[in-house]
């Protein structure tokens, strides 16, 4: 049976580093699709306010499965569910999802791949990351407020580096709002506390390998104070259901 897969990626002012990350990841495609299945690269730009889109466009043609999105900004979260809604309209049966910015290694994705009957999600952790210690606290902490919210404990909830069953991903989707910031950590959470059954890797993850991390302490916590009433309004979605 043929597999059909996704790769999605968002992408905001990623200039100094779409280039090589398309460079790097679309050869798993064309292995993909030379083994008789079928992928595609989909990176969507999410406003950006350099030339990151216009850097997509003029690759489009040289990369035979690779396809440009440019859609208004509305956030990492928010982005990252649009390509999951994108990738389950297009007829995925799974979606593999990292960030454009480089921090992740494409040889590491196929042990994933290998597995992907096995497993519902296949998910990575970062131990020993080297991107910063505010982005270690904030890991840790979404941990104990995963924990506090929803009662489970999740091994890392945030990895920018997992392969999703659609079938298993679309009734988590019709909980999360469209606009939420931390989706991945909302749809680790709920995978978790509905038993999927879920591989868990260590991964390596480098530091940002160009341009500047839009991400800071103060718009952190303002993103945290906010996810702290989403997390309320999906704990009662998931009582109703």
């Not at 606290?137 to 924990?147: A, E, G, H, P, S």
């Not at 659609?166 to 019709?174: F, H």
Request: one cysteine or more; hydrophobic letters at 40%; a positive charge.
């Amino acid at each position: 049976m043929k597999d059909v897969i996704y790769f999605v990626m968002p992408a905001y002012n990623e200039e100094a580093n779409i280039e090589e990350v398309i460079q790097q990841w679309h050869p798993v495609c064309e292995k993909i699709n030379a083994d008789g299945h079928e992928a595609k690269l989909v990176i969507a730009n999410d406003g950006s306010k350099d030339n990151t889109f216009g850097i997509m466009q003029q690759l489009k043609s040289k990369y035979q499965y690779f396809e440009p999105i440019d859609k208004p900004n509305s956030g990492h979260g928010a982005t990252v569910l649009y390509l999951y809604r994108y990738a389950i309209e297009k007829g995925a049966n799974y979606i593999f999802q990292t960030d454009s910015d480089g921090q992740t290694l494409p040889e590491e994705f196929w042990q994933m791949w290998e597995n992907r009957e096995k497993f519902d999600f296949q998910i990575g952790t970062r131990g020993g990351r080297q991107d910063g210690a505010s982005r270690v606290f904030v890991t840790k902490t979404l941990r104990f407020v995963v924990w506090l919210m929803f009662h489970v404990w999740v091994k890392d909830a945030n990895t920018p580096f997992r392969l999703l069953k659609t079938e298993k991903l679309q009734p988590i989707l019709d909980i999360i709002p469209a606009d939420y910031n931390l989706a991945n950590v909302a749809v680790s959470a709920i995978a978790v506390r509905w038993h999927y059954n879920i591989g868990w890797y260590p991964i390596t993850f480098r530091p940002r390998q160009g341009g500047v991390n839009s991400i800071n302490m103060k718009r952190i916590f303002k993103i945290g104070v906010k996810a702290l009433s989403d997390f309320r309004a999906i704990n009662r979605g998931l009582r109703k259901k």
